[in-house]
């Protein structure tokens, strides 16, 4: 997906850079309590099941499954409207917002518990993002 | 603990709603605060605790010359309000102050000296949603609804039905900005803003603004006004990130401050017979009549569509027009609480007869906070 340019980007924090630099290398870096073995997002230095701050940085699996979204219809820097805006269920079980990409942005083609998988695309030399796409498109490359 | 000790003795909108050109935020704060105090004989000499959530309550006391021995800044979003007059009942019944004025005023619409929101770049919202194109609450309090949806087969039609509804209570209020009635045609045949919202299904952006006035029970015999007891009240909060909600078909901060509410008040679901639930989009009434246990998971849609909380329904909802068709500056919650007190006064445009309790429940944020307050014209 070509961005346009202007989109808001993340600024890292040091509870976040692990998350950030995971991407930019191309992983999804979850967070897993040692004590209670939660596995939670958005990343911060302790766990927010049992404050344990026995916690593991743990690289996801990449595949999620499509929970809900909207298709927003009005002009946002860096989008072309109308985009989805969605939030993915990752297999390990956190939820995160993304792009869906690679797909038509209309409800025939997203279609909630469609199977998804995880890509990167740098925005910067600082930030890649992660968005998603439906698991069948990677036959079509 | 029933809170029925405090009532609200004064209560007021601002002088005008809608476009207010001629007042800044904190201007409308003063116009609603001296239009209550004027309700119920008070001057700020009179007022010792306040309270105010988009601008400080040391700039509330300094514009309006109050000394106060309270302040409360709880600023949560919308229910903000619900939140300050559970607090402000909390600190009279304990003594902390005697008199206490909750003032809301927001430029919305014409924005003067309401700088405009943004969302900062390390925030957990800045980092992981706004990258992804959210903006603002159209785009994002939208989000969970597909889910809610899905799960329970509920169709845009039905939350369609909600705006019509209000619209009607809306067309027998003067106040209300919008009054001419709607059909679901109408409602689905408007402008896409956030699929599957079109605009009819989302809020009013508007001017103006309300405050109240709280004291004990007992001095409220004193007061001018008929006195609007407070029977039980709740908060609570979840997540500043809509994507992180537990569940996307119900709210965990309105299944906390709900349920907190109607325990303390003593009261039984039937026993409510005027009910507000905070409406900047068309889904929020779906969520609160489930999450504060008026109706079953999945049949809210359909009990509002069948008109059971239509004029002359068994539920009356948002009988002001709400924020789909009443008012919406942003912050709403301090409307609703508005209609709440004039329909326990028995003053409202559209007054539910023989109305003896009143429900009013707000949101704040994006599903991110909730508070609500059960109202009564009955004498403890």
Known sequence: MATPPGRALPQ????????????????LLLQTCDDCRKTYFPPRP???????????????????????????????????????????????????????VDCPQTPEALVLDMPLEVVFEAQSDAITLPFFRPISSVAKG | MPHNTVAVVGA???????????????????????????DCGLQPKDIDGIACANETPVQLAHYLGITPSWVDGTAVGGCSF?????????????????????THGESGKSRIGNPPRSVHPQSLNGQFEQPFGPMGPPSMFTIPVLRYMKTYGITVEQIAQVAVVQREWAGMNPRATFRNPITTDDVLNSRMIAYPFRLLMCCLVTDGGGALILTSAERAKDFPTKPVYILGTGESAETPMVSQMENFTTSRAFRVAGPTAFREA????????HLMIYDA????????????????RGEAAGFIAARNTAPGGTLPLNTNGGGLSYMHSGMYGMYALQESIRQMRGIA????????????????????????????????
């Open chain 2, 349 to 380: 445009p559209a007054q539910i007869p023989g109305a003896k309790i009143s429900v009013c429940h707000g949101v704040g944020g994006m599903f991110a906070a909730s508070g609500t307050i059960i109202f009564s014209n009955q004498a403890p």
């Open chain 2, 12 to 38: 007021a909108e601002t002088t005008d709603m809608g476009v207010i050109t001629n007042l800044s935020q904190i201007g409308l704060h003063a116009d609603a605060a001296i239009n209550a105090m004027k």
């Open chain 1, 46 to 100: 302790f766990c927010p099941v049992c404050a344990s701050r026995n916690v593991t940085i743990t690289p996801a699996s990449g595949k999620a499954t499509l929970y809900s979204y909207v298709i927003h219809h009005r002009p946002v820097p860096g989008f072309t409207p109308p985009y989805a805006i969605a939030v993915v269920e990752l297999a390990e079980g956190p939820r995160m917002m993304t792009n869906i």
């Open chain 2, 281 to 296: 989009f068309a889904h929020l009434p779906i969520y609160g009549l489930e999450d504060l246990g008026f109706l079953p």
């Open chain 2, 82 to 102: 619900m939140i300050h007059v559970r607090h402000a009942a909390a600190a009279i019944e304990a003594g902390l102050a005697k008199t206490i004025l909750i």
């Open chain 2, 266 to 273: 003593g009261i039984a679901h039937k026993d409510v017979d």
């Open chain 1, 12 to 27: 890292p924090t040091p509870e976040t850079q692990h998350f950030w630099d995971g991407t930019k290398a191309g992983q």
